[in-house]
């Protein structure tokens, strides 16, 4: 298994541009993800989905978006960045519902580094 | 809503020591699960430990152990002989049992090793 794989690693954009930021695994988990690691602030929850075709907001949702067509992936879209979302990004995956004795964690990608100049 | 805090921003240990690193969180629920995930200069997180909040005894994983008080709201970590690689920043998260409910992290304390 890959677990949860992210691209990419790093990323320059400028004011204004847009892109996605690519999320992936192979555990069949119905729940999955996206933070953002900022110095001091721990790690944010923006959006998550509970499984294809549902999605919903985290705590700092403003300026993403996504959509998760498929089990597997659940990218996240930048619309228009600014230089406020330089910031670490991690996504995460993990059954939806928690179950005695089953593995509960997160299991997260090593993340995207992504600077807006 | 629920919070987790972890006051001490960093704290440092002697090579082979022990260190406590700790973690309270506010809920109103009854059902959840505590980790403690590691963060190394790589970026990778890392689960170190969990805790289901049913179970009285505390979890431990080699050198890695909790001290669970639930009335108290309290969860801490302990690193026994701490090593070189132990240095990383490290965080407390919770999550309640029921379905679809979300993780929720502090925000962290760094954690350096002296040789």
């Known amino acids: 298994n890959a677990g949860v794989t992210q691209t990419p690693k790093f990323q320059v954009l400028k004011t204004g541009q847009s892109m996605t930021l690519q999320c992936a695994q192979d555990?069949?988990?119905?729940?999955m993800s996206w933070y953002r690691q900022d110095p001091g602030m721990g790690l944010r929850l923006i959006h998550y989905s509970v499984g294809a075709g549902i999605t919903d907001q985290g705590e700092v949702p403003n300026g993403y978006n996504v959509s998760r067509s498929t089990t597997e992936d659940f990218p996240l879209r930048l619309l228009s960045a600014a230089p406020s979302q330089t910031s670490v990004y991690f996504c995460?995956?993990?059954?939806?519902?928690?179950?005695?004795?089953?593995?509960?964690?997160?299991?997260f990608g090593p993340g995207t580094r992504l600077t807006v100049l | 809503a629920q919070t987790v805090t972890q006051s001490q921003p960093e704290m440092s240990v002697q090579e082979a020591e022990t260190v406590t690193l700790s973690c309270t969180y506010d809920?109103?629920?009854?059902?959840?699960?505590l980790f403690w995930y590691k963060q190394p200069p790589s970026r990778q997180m890392i689960l170190v430990i969990r805790q289901e909040a049913y179970k009285q005894q505390n979890a431990t994983e080699n050198r890695f152990s909790v001290n669970f008080q639930k009335a108290a709201k309290s969860f801490s970590l302990k690193i026994s002989d701490s090593q070189l690689g132990d240095a990383a920043m490290y965080f407390c998260?919770?999550?309640?049992?029921?379905?679809?409910?979300?993780?929720?992290f502090g925000k962290g304390i760094t954690l350096s090793v002296r040789p």
């Open positions: 998260a919770y999550r309640p049992v029921r379905a679809n409910s979300k993780l929720t």
């Open positions: 809920t109103s629920e009854s059902d959840y699960y």
């Open positions: 555990m069949n988990h119905e729940y």
């Open positions: 995460a995956s993990s059954y939806a519902k928690l179950l005695a004795g089953e593995h509960n964690e997160q299991f």
